[in-house]
């Protein structure tokens, strides 16, 4: 089963440095509806204006992954980690007992984000953070940027949550199959481009539910950045 949730249907904040589009319920927006898909609690989709950002904030018992559209993120957190993750790349925040961190836009142009909230299948976890440059195309498959499914092998990001984060590019006229394993759901978005899943047509930043389907293809009507979420239902 395919369900679209369209881009102008999103919950949405706005200020003078941050413009944000909520996929599911998050701050101010609350749609009971819309309150996560099985392990995937938030899916944010920010714009971040240059020289702004976030400032130091806690988070506890919560997987954060960031990827990076365009520009860069700069990472600061109260364990004395501090980086710049650039577009094309992911960032994994483990929360755990307890982390307070901050996240700013230290570029010349906005930097978009996609900020994805799993809730962890471990508790008590020591807190950690941590970021791993990938290529930028991903071109052709769905590349798994983090992981803490059984069987990971390693080459992602590590995640203590039953889920993965996968991103690829596929060209115009294009397709992608990707299985999705019994008593799993994915949700899935086009950063760019436009797609069809499984026969049905999603516009440039809808979210996709994908679930009861033991395959999808993604087919590209256009050259598309995707980047999806498999999580235990």
Known sequence: MIDVASFSSLGRFQNEWLNARHHFSFGHYHDPARMGVGALRVWNDDEIAPGTGFDPHPHREMEIITYVRDGAITHRDSLGNEGRTEAGDVQVMHAGTGIVHAEYNREAEPTR???????????????????????????????VLADGRDGADGSALPLYADGAVLAGTVAAGRSVTQTIGAGRVAYLVAATGRIRVNGVEVGTRDGVTVHDEDTITIEALETAEIVMVDVVK
């Not at 799993?118 to 020591?126: D, F, Q, S």
């Not at 950690?128 to 195309?137: A, H, L, N, V, Y």
Request: hydrophobic share 35%.
């Open 113 to 143: 984000i996609f900020q994805i909230w799993l809730m962890p299948n471990r508790r008590g976890v020591t807190p950690g953070w941590g970021s791993r440059s990938f290529p930028k195309q991903h071109e052709g498959a769905l590349r």
